[in-house]
């Protein structure tokens, strides 16, 4: 069906034109059984463009919504929104700058639920934007009309891999007693199928129990690409490469469609190992049967022990020196293995001269909720004064520079948000502040990742985002040398092959004497040479260490 919007004038407008572009491009990625719901023309609207350059309509009573910049107020609406979870709900968007304003603030892997109860509502937000990547990506389901109640049961029903939103999303603009009516629907809804889903895990464990082994390994990798944790990357690397034995299936729980416990559970029942990056089986206890093996990849350090594990689950080490607290920690030495972590970019030629940092930064603001508290207030402030002066001293554990901190300010860990200081504070004011230290001494600096554009002293040395793992082989041949500015430092960078320089612990002498040496070495520092992971390494461990190994 033809889906084009036949304006009442002779001639189409620029803003004609695209809004009936934009619902062809929707309902083609959201289907045909949605033609007949929205495909008619909304009554008495002329299509215009807003005084903030976003498209929007006119009616008799003026603005659609009542706003002339829906886009500028969506982004003022939702400024503070940071989505828990991989699915939110959100609740009455009444313009689609809203729903853009919304997909600015997410992850690459969360989706959204537009609970749009007014057809003549979605019929707008429909011809306002062109949603179909969001749609086709499975980041944007609609749920509208007197039944919404019954399409949100039908869409989790269709979709058992979708997690269920654990948050929902609403603007000043809702009224308290409608958000009310709303979420007590829609809770209902959830509760229902959280009992439905519950109840469909015990047949996966059973079914799992009976199955014929076939030799299967999940590899739990994620597609959200992570500057700060590349194991993921690693992972696809090791036992996922185009050549890949096809025993080794992927496993992504970044996927909206698959990253809910029921959809690790009905995959983990068709495969004999799992493969994960430092993740154990009691992270997610009862979601997969013993029978299948579960082999951790062990990058960060954080060791457990194997008491309440599977008797076939076994530990991976990708550093050596992590081999006796393991054996501290309970594991057999059968049940241990050691593979560093595989090359995740290839040597390539890199430019002489180049110093590199590959991390994501952002502006540092004090949050509202610091501001409440004088005391709170004034530790930040004393702690981004000293990291962007001297943020060596920093030392080489982050948190106990924190805590050291709040002890000169007598502040209690009661109402505290250690976190929030971590990720918005500190680990920007290091990085921000290494990377002023290496300028001020006249050493020119590359900085690849999000954020320092958006910072004026960093703005001309910002080389952009690194989006992906063909990005980040990009960013990493064009340098010679590589500054780890993770306080704690990141273990993945042994996987690349160039010059790393971890400034944590060092003093500033060391740290531009050591960057300069650095640079006058024409081949990178060799690496420690270990087995790396491997899909034959992997199969090798399994048929040695697990007593039902494939």
């Not at 030495?333 to 995740?344: F, L, T």
């Not at 994501?360 to 004393?382: A, G």
């Not at 500015?485 to 004497?513: C, D, H, K, W, Y």
């Amino acid at each position: 069906m033809d889906t084009a919007i036949s304006p009442a004038s002779s001639v189409a407008t620029a803003a004609d034109r695209l809004a009936a572009g934009n619902l062809r491009a929707n309902l083609a990625a959201m289907g045909s059984e949605w033609v007949e719901i929205v495909g008619a023309e909304p009554a008495d609207v002329e299509w215009v463009f807003g005084r903030d350059g976003y498209l929007t309509a006119r009616n008799l009573e003026g603005w659609w919504s009542g706003c002339s910049v829906p886009l500028r107020t969506g982004r003022e609406l939702l400024k503070l929104l940071e989505l828990k979870g991989n699915v939110g709900c959100f609740l009455l968007p009444t313009h689609a700058g809203q729903l853009r304003a919304c997909y600015e603030k997410l992850r690459a892997g969360q989706a959204i639920i537009a609970l749009v109860p007014e057809v003549e509502s979605l019929r707008m937000i429909l011809r306002c934007d062109d949603f179909s990547e969001e749609i086709g990506a499975s980041r944007l389901f609609f749920v509208s009309g007197a039944d919404w109640a019954d399409q949100l049961t039908r869409l989790f029903e269709r979709y058992p891999g979708m997690p269920l939103p654990q948050q929902f999303i609403r603007t000043a603009l809702l009224e308290d007693a409608d958000m009310n009516l709303l979420t007590e629907d829609a809770q209902a809804v959830i509760s229902r199928e959280t009992v439905r889903r519950s109840e469909r895990l015990p047949g996966v464990l059973g079914r799992a129990e009976k199955r014929v082994r076939n030799g299967r390994v999940l590899v739990l990798a994620g597609s959200q690409f992570n500057l700060g944790d590349l194991s993921n990357v690693a992972l696809r690397a090791g036992l996922l490469s185009d050549d890949a034995d096809p025993s080794f299936v992927a496993f992504d729980p970044d996927h909206p469609l698959t990253a809910s416990p029921l959809a690790l559970a009905e995959a983990a029942a068709e495969a004999d190992v799992i493969v994960a990056a430092d993740l154990f089986r009691s992270d997610l206890p009862g979601i997969v049967s013993s029978r299948t093996a579960w082999i951790t990849w062990l990058t960060s350090g954080r060791i457990i022990s194997p008491m309440n594990l599977g008797s076939d689950d076994a530990l991976i080490l990708a550093d050596a020196r992590w081999l006796e607290p393991a054996m501290k920690a309970g594991w057999a030495s059968e049940r241990v293995g050691i593979a560093a972590w595989p090359r995740i970019a290839a040597a390539a030629s890199r430019l002489a001269g180049v110093v590199g940092v590959l991390a994501d930064t952002c502006v540092i603001e004090v949050p509202q909720r610091v501001k409440d508290f004088s005391s709170q207030m004034l530790l930040w402030e004393m702690i981004e004064d000293e990291l962007s002066n001297d943020p060596l001293s920093l030392g080489e554990d982050a948190r106990k520079y924190l805590q050291s901190r709040m002890e000169r300010f007598n502040i209690a860990d009661e109402g505290f948000d250690r976190n929030l200081f971590m990720e918005r504070l500190i680990v920007p004011g290091y990085q921000q502040g290494i990377c002023r230290l290496v300028m001020r001494h006249g050493i020119s600096i590359n900085l690849f990742g999000s954020g320092w554009r958006e910072i004026a002293e960093f703005k001309d040395c910002a080389m952009g985002v690194i989006g992906d793992a063909g990005e980040l082989r990009m960013s990493v041949s064009k340098c010679q040398v590589v500054l780890d500015v993770f306080p704690e430092g990141r273990a993945s960078m042994v996987a690349l092959p160039v010059t790393v320089i971890r400034p944590a612990g060092l003093s500033s002498n060391q740290l531009l004497n050591g960057i300069r040496q650095a640079l006058n070495l024409k081949t990178p520092v060799p690496q420690m040479d270990l087995p790396r992971l491997s899909r034959s390494g992997i199969l090798h461990f399994v048929r040695t260490a697990v007593s039902n190994g494939v």
